[in-house]
């Protein structure tokens, strides 16, 4: 670094108030301040170690872009969306689920890593999402699950605004990229799971709705069942509604050709299970084994402690902004991109069968012959 670069860190560092500025990072770094504008926003043909020692510089000055100056300089106002809009007009909180909360807690950080803000949007609303999201200025949005031909997203690309999907699509959904598990795998291990634990006939808790996630693991169920030979056993509720898993959970468990495991879909589907299994009087892992898809700790303090398959929501909604934003930037792929996320089965007590105790005799002390 050169002196004088040397004398702008110091001055950074000694301001109490005040706050490192565009200028005061191209000194410290040496370069100019078109340089470090360049290698901020990703623009310019820049090599790759001048970004980023701009970008450590910047980040060692605590330097954040001014939003007011960068609205004037692009006509962008620094703000991105995110919502979920599989359920369509039906009240739905997406955030009070582990899955949406851990995924826009990542997203905020990588939208702020980048100098943009998050905007969580209403997933319903009596008036038409439209109305509700023109007032405010998005320069993109992700949009977590879109139902199949979903209007929402379908409206926003008409407006030219990039749509980023945590989710496969369903058909021509035209999203500028997507990020998803590979759910067909999931399901198939977690299945073969249940079944090497001692399974033999396994039930699934779905979905009505027509997200890819629901549509994809289901299907993957009955695949599954057919090509071990078993009829499927499984009852689809909605699943916005707080309510319905349990009554869902309860008929599964109340049907003659009742289940020995049972993989839920979805987050609460553990616990409504777990309660219908008493009702029943139904031991688990003894009688019945069980898996649901979470993010939440609470499944590690069950009794007993459900496995959880997790799809690992922070890696999804770092990487959404990340496409959305190098969208919105010019600097992503002029082609749809594609990524799968790996899951994870966190194997806990209630998918694994005890093996029955047996009691082992003291060896024998051999006869003495006279």
């Known amino acids: ?55 450590e510089v910047a980040d060692r000055l605590g330097y954040r872009p001014s939003a007011a100056a960068r609205t004037l300089r692009t006509g962008k106002s620094g703000l991105i969306g995110l919502t979920v809009t599989t359920y369509g007009e039906e009240p739905f909180t997406f ?14 950080s990588a939208a702020l890593a980048r100098g ?27 949009v977590i699950d879109p139902s199949d031909r979903d ?3 379908t409206e926003l690309v008409r407006q030219g605004i990039p749509v980023v999907s945590d989710g496969r699509p369903c058909g021509e959904l035209p999203v500028t990229a ?15 799971h249940l079944a090497a634990a001692g399974a033999r006939r ?26 071990a030979g078993q009829d499927p056993v499984y009852e689809a509720y909605p699943a916005h509604d707080p309510c319905a898993g349990a009554v869902a959970a309860d008929r599964l468990l109340a049907r003659p050709d009742r289940p020995d495991a049972v993989y839920g879909l979805f987050d609460p589907n553990g616990t409504d299970l777990l309660a219908a299994a008493r009702r029943y009087g139904l031991r688990v892992p003894d009688d019945l ?19 959880t398959l997790s799809l690992k929501p922070g890696r999804i909604g770092t990487t959404v902004v ?49």
């Open 1 to 55: 670094m050169t002196a004088a670069g040397k004398h702008q860190v110091g001055r950074a560092r000694g301001r109490r108030l005040g706050r490192a500025g565009i200028r005061d990072v191209a000194a410290a770094a040496g370069v100019s301040i078109t340089t470090v504008s360049d290698a901020l926003n990703g623009k310019g043909r820049l090599p790759d170690a001048t970004r980023r020692h701009v970008r």
């Open 95 to 108: 955030t009070e689920f582990a899955y949406f909360a851990e995924m826009a807690r990542a997203a905020s």
């Open 116 to 142: 943009y803000a998050l905007v969580i949007l209403p997933g319903s609303t009596r008036q038409s999402p439209y109305d509700v999201w023109s007032n405010v200025a998005l320069d993109g949005t992700v």
């Open 151 to 153: 209007p929402v997203v």
């Open 178 to 192: 997507w990020v998803d598990n590979d759910h067909e795998a999931a399901v198939t291990g977690l299945l073969d």
């Open 202 to 227: 396994i039930g699934l808790l779905t979905g009505t709705s027509t997200d890819t996630y629901t549509r994809l693991s289901t299907s993957a169920y009955l695949q599954w069942c057919e090509r």
């Open 289 to 307: 084994l069980l898996v649901c898809c979470s993010e939440s700790a609470v499944y590690a303090t069950t009794e007993p402690p459900i496995t």
């Open 322 to 370: 990340q496409l959305l934003i190098d969208a919105i930037e010019g600097t992503g792929s002029s082609r749809p991109v594609h990524r799968i996320m790996p899951t994870d089965l966190i194997v806990r007590t209630s998918s694994q069968r005890r093996r029955p105790r047996t009691t082992v005799s003291a060896p024998r002390s051999p006869e003495r012959r006279d």
